[in-house]
Every structure is written in C-alpha cells, then in structure tokens.
Nanobody, 123 residues
C-alpha cells in the first residue's frame, strides 16, 4: 500500500502563485509515475500533470502547460506542483495519485490517491 498526503492549498488572488506538495509513505518502491489531478465543483476530475518517479519525464495538460511545473524530491518522497499565473478557472480540489503504467495513463489506471487539497483563486 502507498499513502499519499497533499498539502499547500489555499486561497489566492488571480496572478498569484502556489506550491502544492504530495508526500508518499508506505510501499514507495511501487512508485513509477505520480500525477496531479483536479476536480472543480460540478465537473469531472481531470488530469493536470504527471512525472516519472525514478527517471526523467513529465507530461502536462494543455490548460496548464507553461504555467505549472511538476517536480519531485526522491529523498523526501515528495512531489510538488508549482502553480504560477493562477486564474479563477484553476479553482478546484487538487489530488495526487500514483500509477504503475506510464505518463499518459488514464485516470482509471491510477491505483493510489490522496485526500485532496483545496485551491481557490479569486478574481
């Protein structure tokens, strides 16, 4: 089992930045790809970004490419999402998740999920 815990959410204004963290514990040897997803009220959960845990490789949704940066610190078992130039459309609960398949794996292939952290962006 892998446990994932997100942190770093909050209320910011449009144009501000925020950094989310996701710390993994438990069977971390399982980790191959980790990703960020988000779910806004009344909408389906959507992919944001993903990275390979032990080798180079990242993948971003078009809506965040150039504004968000995903990274990791393997020594701390922690993944980050640096979010710049935030806008109200980025308001959502952000989740981190892990899968064993690949960077472009569909949401249904993510096996482990965190509880989520709320990000709210005011205009």
């Amino acid at each position: 089992q892998v446990q994932l815990v997100e942190s770093g959410g909050g209320l910011v204004q449009a144009g501000d930045s925020l950094r989310l963290s996701c710390t993994a514990s438990g069977r971390t040897s399982y980790l191959y790809v980790m990703g960020w997803f988000r779910q806004a009220p009344g909408k389906e959960r959507e992919f944001v970004a993903a990275l390979r845990w032990s080798e180079p490789g990242t993948h971003y949704a078009d809506s965040v490419e150039g504004r968000f940066t995903i990274s990791r610190d393997n020594a701390k078992n922690t993944m980050y999402l640096q979010m710049d130039s935030l806008n109200p459309e980025d308001t959502a609960v952000y989740y981190c998740a892990a899968n064993r398949y690949g960077l472009q794996a569909g949401i249904q292939l993510y096996d482990y999920w965190g509880q989520g952290t709320q990000v709210s962006v005011s205009s």
